[in-house]
């Protein structure tokens, strides 16, 4: 048995379910601040981009989740092909815990545990973390440079466009929405809302342009897994041409 996986697919899903959300995050900022309805029996916190444990980050968790898995079974394939393998168990752990991150809300967490040491209040309280974690985007950046110089081109362009998107939304974009920060969503208003739409787009699309990346590593190095049960044939799972 033989289970192809389409690169263009997963890429042409996975960006239409980003489109459906942020759609539906539009909406609700229309039935917020046009209609004055903040809550439509549920939906428009169901759906908004700004909320947690809700459809968009449960989404955006199964994302990274996914590339977690892609990146364990890339680095195993690439170990049992006698290939360096540890930069890519070591973004595995890496993503895993980005998922995990997405839905405890540790990065918020630690931005509170930094700013109670400091006596930070306010916005430096509530945006500590990016102190801790930009400084350890640089030092990762750093410590992968021979990492990406190792991959093919057109997947090492890939990886360094998602960083950037990704980067530039969870840090860049946050950050140009802290003035609208507020602890109601009438407080924040309309511009803190449409630049989360910015944001949580931007990680999101991140993500996936580094699913894609890893799925045209595996078909252009023809990595194949296979599934054996102990005393049976096997099967086999084989990358496609990259497409």
Known sequence: MQLRVDVRRVWYGLGIVIGILLVAHLLGMFSIFVLGHDHVFGLVPLFSLDGEGNVPAWFSAGLLLFAAQLLLLTALAERRAGKPWLEWMGLAVIFAFLSIDELAVIHERIGWFVGDLVGAEGLFREYGWVGVYLPLCVLLGVVYLRFLNRLPPRVRRGMLVAALFYVGGAV?????????????????????????????????????????????????????????ERGAASDTVTPPPPG
Do not use: C, K, N, Q
């Open 172 to 228: 860049g974009v946050e950050v140009a929405g802290s003035p609208f920060w507020g602890d109601t969503v009438m407080e924040r208003g309309w511009p803190y809302l449409a630049l989360v739409a910015v944001e949580e787009t931007m990680e999101m699309v991140g993500v996936v342009l580094f699913i894609r990346a890893i799925l045209l590593y595996g078909a252009r190095s023809h990595l194949t897994i296979a599934i054996r």
